[in-house]
């Protein structure tokens, strides 16, 4: 910037070697500066938010999905059983955090195999239930009426979480 401010001070006149204004040199360098800072700040930006992949731990099924939150992760797993879907929640570092029938927060009937894709980065991921992506919502058939007043919450049908 201080090279264009001393050429425009320099010389009111053209450019010799294409007759254009001293200052539409400077235009064209700022241009550039500022399309380079952008491209640096996208470049930074995304370095930052990106999280690396996350190595499956050797106690979780190879069919589980990795379904990420904010802070950490859950690896997730839903297969059909004779009673509903039976889904295992592991955390990020292989835990077991859920094992048994999970039933649909929607109240229908049991989702078919084919229907049984885990959601990896839904809208309100947490370990103690699964986000089809089909739109589903699937809970623990132990905690079902707890948690279903907390995703009644999530999903603005309450005012309150509990």
């Not at 990420?68 to 009673?83: I, L, V, Y």
């Not at 295992?88 to 929607?106: K, M, Q, T």
């Not at 919502?137 to 309150?160: A, C, H, M, Q, Y």
Request: a negative charge.
């Amino acid at each position: 910037m201080l090279r264009c401010a001393m050429i425009g001070s320099e010389s009111h006149g053209h450019d010799e070697k294409d007759g254009k204004p001293p200052h539409h040199h400077c235009l064209q360098s700022g241009e550039r500066c500022y399309k380079l800072l952008v491209a640096l700040a996208l470049l930074l930006g995304s370095a930052c938010t990106h999280k690396p992949d996350v190595v499956r731990p050797e106690s979780v099924s190879v069919g589980a999905i990795f379904v990420r939150g904010s802070k950490t992760g859950w690896w997730q797993q839903c297969t059909p059983a004779d009673h509903g879907v039976h889904c295992r929640i592991w955390n990020e570092a292989g835990l077991v955090l859920e094992d048994e029938v999970f039933l649909p927060y929607d109240g229908g009937q049991p989702p078919e195999a084919e229907e049984l894709k885990i959601s990896p980065e839904p809208t309100f991921p947490g370990p103690d239930r699964i986000f089809l992506t089909n739109g589903r919502i699937l809970l623990p058939r132990s905690r079902f009426d707890e948690l279903k007043i907390f995703v009644d919450w999530l999903e603005g049908k309450r005012n309150t979480p509990r």
